[in-house]
């Protein structure tokens, strides 16, 4: 059963410090997600890649946060400085994109809880 | 601007009785649909998707939903809920562009 994996589960930092967050999509997927859910903001879309290109990360912020794919099995997210309105689970998902109309269908990791204090 | 509503917050509801979690969308173009579902402390995990034919859409766990295109509207539906289906539910929409977008999402609440 093909799952998407993030790792850390939790994570606890102080204000100040860089957290890095991990994800490895499904094999032989695609295009890869990076979600934010919090109470007050819901579900929001960061940033997201195909064939490991970043297509869109303008719900990221850009002073703090970076998105990468060094590999075709691997996405990270990085916060560095982290800020105590950081705090909140960070999903990554991903899709298989084909070349025709229909979008991908996206899985989602089991997230990683990030409380920054 | 594109955007997806759902109106019911929290829905509490006993076993036995019938679902239905409304779901609308503004756009008039073609979308691509889905609702997702979160148990306490998990991820999400899709329930059902819509991207062309039958409106009516069988998914996992006895869950269907049905596209109104005249009303922008994919509501889900499930006739007897159990105790199991607590959870927060996500209706999703692809508005033709390659990213979802989702809506605050229904707590829902089923009361043994």
């Known amino acids: 059963d093909a799952r998407v994996t993030q790792t850390p589960r939790d994570k606890v930092t102080e204000m100040g410090q860089e957290v890095t967050m991990r994800c490895q999509p499904i094999?032989?997927?695609?295009?890869v997600f990076w979600y934010r859910q919090t109470m007050m903001q819901g579900l929001e879309l960061l940033a997201y890649?195909?064939?490991?290109?970043?297509?869109?990360d303008s719900g990221m912020p850009k002073d703090r946060f970076s998105a990468e794919m060094p590999d075709a099995t691997l996405a990270t997210l990085k916060i560095q400085p982290s800020e105590p309105r950081d705090s909140a689970v960070y999903f990554c998902?991903?899709?298989?994109?084909?070349?025709?109309?229909?979008?991908?269908?996206?899985?989602f990791g089991p997230g990683t809880r990030l409380l920054v204090l | 601007a594109q955007s997806v509503s759902q109106h019911n917050h929290h829905v509490i509801l006993s076993e036995a009785a019938s679902l239905e979690l409304g779901c609308n969308y503004s756009?008039?173009?073609?979308?691509?649909l889905f609702w997702y579902v979160q148990y306490p402390g998990q991820h999400l995990q899709l329930l059902l998707k819509?991207?062309?034919?039958?409106?009516l859409v069988k998914g996992i766990k006895g869950f269907e939903a049905e596209f109104i295109k005249s009303k922008f509207s994919f509501n889900l539906r499930k006739p007897s809920v159990q105790w199991s289906d607590t959870a927060e539910y996500f209706c999703?929409?692809?508005?033709?562009?390659?990213?979802?977008?989702f809506g605050t999402g229904t707590r829902l609440t089923i009361i043994p």
């Open positions: 998902a991903s899709g298989l994109a084909v070349w025709d109309d229909r979008p991908e269908t996206q899985y």
């Open positions: 094999l032989g997927h695609n295009t």
């Open positions: 890649f195909r064939n490991r290109a970043p297509l869109d």
């Open positions: 756009y008039g173009g073609t979308v691509n």
């Open positions: 819509y991207f062309s034919g039958d409106p």
């Open positions: 999703a929409v692809n508005f033709g562009n390659e990213k979802l977008t």
